[in-house]
């Protein structure tokens, strides 16, 4: 495998919680070409597990391996070119814009930094990726705070973009946009990945589009994996019991429809010590018993690329999934 | 004698422009609209046409370099657009509580969350004592489904989670209990589980408070769980608003009926052909329908003579002269022209 990730970053960023750090054990590799799917409730770890990969927070314990290389390391000890090549797309674009500058000096930066153009062609450079994220040349000229919300979102994916990197690091970039311009960019983001090879580690709610643009998915729990697999594989039968109540709530595009009532409580974890040895067992429609809450449940393999993390084996999760 | 109820807001032909380089640009062109006590009205559209603009409005509050050029924006009668800067802090948080489309920005990043919201508590006077503040806030924070609400209330902004952030301004702007709630896009970063219990919690204050809300989104699906009318805007203007029920069932207009389709296609969405074709193009508007250029239907006479809500049915208003042409359930995707 020339570029993988493998890694399992501990981050015990979290002060008041010392018993628990955000993410935990978590590992995953991207091939080149390939779109990984992060999804999971609120809270669940995913952003944190993109800041680590992009060194903007120290794991405490794991390692990060980008084409074959430890990089576990923060950002301001990473060569130019690693700086270049992993980019990330923060979730909320406002905090990543500089309020000061005009739009040609917020992309043309990375234009100049990572490849020394400047003038005339930096412009042009500018105007071209305005023009990708579908948005007028003629917006270069503005500032930050004359952009709405979805022409902000649209910015942040431009500036990434214009480093012309080998893995994106993409948190909830569409959520602010309408389908049509959603559309527009998931194409733009399949192009690039078809002309460049580019891997995308994709954070995103909304399961319609990761359906569309993953090839593989992960699935996260209060900062541990449940589930791994390819796209069609996490999408049918069987589910870990996780990714079933988080498919069955997915809204009714349809008027008048009741909203779900037996919707779980969120991230509800009451005791501080108490974490049981399945993080889902507390809301868990499926738990087997006390054994959930005492032994940690293994990965069982379903197929050679998807494996569930529970103490029902795929086969009967199969079965019991079938109705 | 009983009339109708009076309405809660008030936006009569609202016109908002934008300072862009060396000229006035238009963004908001003629809204009218209001919203009836316990009632939730939606806003829909693309990115850009305006929502947010219009949402700002009804705070009597308008983004620097930008400037109301007509209108008014009526709260329980009194024009915002024309109330001393005093009187409008004092309904601000109070009367009117607000959901930014950035929650970040609604945060002082200084102070722990909790702080926050029992500060904007006292100052409005809504809580007699600390305690009955603290106790109302952290209330809420479990009604978020905010994991232990007491440590969240203890952190600041940047040690929670982008939903989790969220969640915090929806209980910062619901704290005094508002009389008018304008949220513009609440739920976008939450996940479907945790938007559902949003919703409902929306709903449950609605029904206990007579709270009215005013609901931007660019998703129909969301608005079509929580709203009593929709409002769909293109480039600034208005082009239909009907009930939700009406909207779903008999949309008129031909870019609703393109967001519909849409929304129908998500489930098995390709995202390869976006069923409305083309983008919003500030500027290429041509001087008649707005829609023109990407409209199915349209015919030179589109092009030329500018459309207004016009009554179509009962509470339902289309911008579209074309609109008894248009056979009822036509895919806009497929070429309808006559
Ligand atoms: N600096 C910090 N200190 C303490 N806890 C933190 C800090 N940053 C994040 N957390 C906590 O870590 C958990 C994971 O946060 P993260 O931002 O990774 O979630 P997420 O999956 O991206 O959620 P969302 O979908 O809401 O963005 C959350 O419970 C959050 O409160
Ligand atoms: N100072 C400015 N000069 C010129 N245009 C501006 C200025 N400020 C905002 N605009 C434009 O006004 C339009 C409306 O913005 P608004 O924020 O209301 O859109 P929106 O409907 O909320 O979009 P989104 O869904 O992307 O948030 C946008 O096209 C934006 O670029
Ligand atoms: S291990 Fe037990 S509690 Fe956890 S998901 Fe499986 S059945 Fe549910
Ligand atoms: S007026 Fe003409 S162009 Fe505009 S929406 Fe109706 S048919 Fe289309
Ligand atoms: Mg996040
Ligand atoms: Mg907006």
Known sequence: ?323 | MRGPPAPVIDVDSLIVDFWDRRRWTNVVHGVSFHIFPGETLGMAGESGCGKSTTAYALLGYHRPMSRFNGGAVRFLGRDLLRLPARELQKIRGAEIGFVPQNPATALNPSMPVGHQVMESLEAHGACATRREAEDRCLGLFADMGLPRPKVVAGRYPHQLSGGQQQRVVLAMALACHPTLLVLDEPTTGLDVTTQARILSLLARLRARYGMAMFYVSHNLGVLAQVCNRITVMYAGELIEVASTAELFRNPGHPYTRGLIASLQQVSGFVGTQPLLRGLLRRDALPLGCRFAPRCEYSQPGCFTSPQSLATVGDGHEVACWRWPDIPAGTDPADKGTV
């Open chain 1, 1 to 323: 495998m020339p570029r993988g990730y493998p890694e399992r970053p501990q981050t015990g960023e979290s002060d008041q919680l010392p018993a628990k750090p955000a993410v935990r054990g978590v590992s995953f590799s991207i091939s080149p070409g390939e779109t990984l799917a992060l999804v999971g409730e609120s809270g669940s770890g995913k952003s944190t597990i993109v800041r680590a990969i992009a060194g903007l927070l120290a794991p405490t314990r794991g390692r990060l391996v980008f084409d074959g290389q430890d990089i576990t390391l923060p950002v301001e000890r990473r060569t130019k070119e690693l700086r270049r090549q992993i980019q990330l797309i923060l979730q909320n674009p406002d905090a990543s814009l500089n309020p000061r500058h005009r739009l040609w000096r917020i992309i043309g930066r990375p234009i100049e930094f990572f490849f020394r153009t400047s003038g005339r062609e930096q412009q042009r450079g500018v105007a071209e990726l305005l023009e990708t994220v579908q948005l007028d040349a003629g917006y270069m000229w503005r500032m930050p705070s004359d952009l709405s919300g979805g022409e902000r979102q649209r910015v942040a994916i431009a500036r990434a973009l214009a480093a012309r990197p080998k893995l994106l690091l993409c948190d909830e970039i569409l959520s602010a946009l309408d389908v049509s311009v959603q559309a527009g960019i998931l194409n733009l983001l399949r192009a690039l990945q078809a002309g460049h090879g580019l891997s995308f580690l994709f954070i995103s709610h909304d399961l319609a589009v990761v359906r569309s643009l993953a090839h593989r998915v992960a699935v996260l729990y209060q900062g541990e994996l449940c589930e791994v697999g390819g796209v069609r594989e996490v999408f049918s039968p069987p589910f870990h019991p996780y990714t079933e109540v988080l498919f069955r709530a997915q809204p009714v595009p349809a008027p008048g429809e009741d909203l779900p009532t037996d919707v779980p409580s969120g991230s509800e974890l009451e005791g501080e010590e108490a974490v049981p040895a399945c993080p889902f067992a507390p809301r868990c429609p499926r738990k087997v018993g006390s054994i959930c809450d005492r032994v940690p449940p293994p990965w069982s393999t379903v197929s050679a690329t998807h494996a569930i993390r529970c103490h029902i084996p795929g086969g009967e999760l199969a079965k019991l999934q079938a109705i």
